[in-house]
């Protein structure tokens, strides 16, 4: 078995956002079961793991878009594990549609032990050796993001902009196979802050969630 995993997409009527453009949140989701597909031919899934109280937990994720697919347009997305770093087990990804990359991935997860939610060395568990591929679609080291008043740089350039501020209750409807919101529902959230008139003027070009 190949080390990456390739999975086929249609973008659907209801993946679009109201420019006829997969959202981002859409595109997350390809690359969340792209991974569950590829874990399950692995053995590591989180149904696989819980039977041995264990499961996967997203910690880190960034995701950089060039063109974003229209509706019904046929994507391929490539995953594969990278590595491991720390307590960390990294994916990445690829997308792409009519043989040019639409975008890529990366992604840092925790193996976390159900009952005492304690994370453990993800090499620890499984055989890793047929399913590592080291290359890196994005090669970067995902870091704790700083806090908005530590933001350096990119935190200036924000603090020139109004700030927005919303407040969700979680749903039955966010909660994953974990009993935790999902990493969607939070882009969904953040994404929901921002003023109407900003997100018809703009495309996410990268972003990076904790």
């Known amino acids: 078995m190949s080390p990456v995993w390739s999975e086929p997409f249609t973008v659907h009527t209801y993946e679009v956002d109201a420019g006829g453009r997969a959202s981002i949140q859409s595109l997350c989701a ?3 079961e792209a991974a569950g597909r590829n874990a399950e031919a692995l053995g590591v899934t989180v ?3 819980m039977e041995h109280g ?4 997203l910690s880190r994720l960034l995701v950089r878009m060039h063109h974003y697919p229209r509706w019904w347009e046929k994507l391929v997305i490539e995953t594969w594990p990278s590595g491991f770093r720390r307590l960390f087990a990294l994916r990445e990804w690829r997308i ?12 840092a997860w925790l193996m976390v032990q159900v009952e005492s939610r304690r994370p453990i060395r993800p090499d620890s568990h499984g055989d890793w050796a047929r399913g590592v ?3 890196r679609a994005i090669p ?12 350096g740089p990119g935190g200036d350039a924000l603090r020139g902009h109004e700030a927005h501020r ?17 990493n969607i529902s939070y882009l969904d ?7 109407l008139g900003f997100r018809e003027g703009h495309a996410i070009g990268e972003l990076e969630l904790n």
């Open 166 to 182: 919303g407040e969700f209750t979680v749903r039955y409807r966010d909660l994953d196979m974990n009993g935790h919101a999902n």
């Open 140 to 151: 970067l080291t995902l870091e704790k993001l700083p806090e908005w008043e530590q933001a």
């Open 54 to 57: 264990l499961t996967w937990v």
């Open 133 to 135: 591929h080291p290359e």
């Open 47 to 49: 149904p696989q793991l």
């Open 30 to 32: 390809f690359l969340q």
């Open 96 to 107: 792409f549609g009519r043989d040019e990359l639409l975008g890529a991935a990366t992604s």
């Open 189 to 195: 959230w953040l994404l929901e802050v921002l003023p």
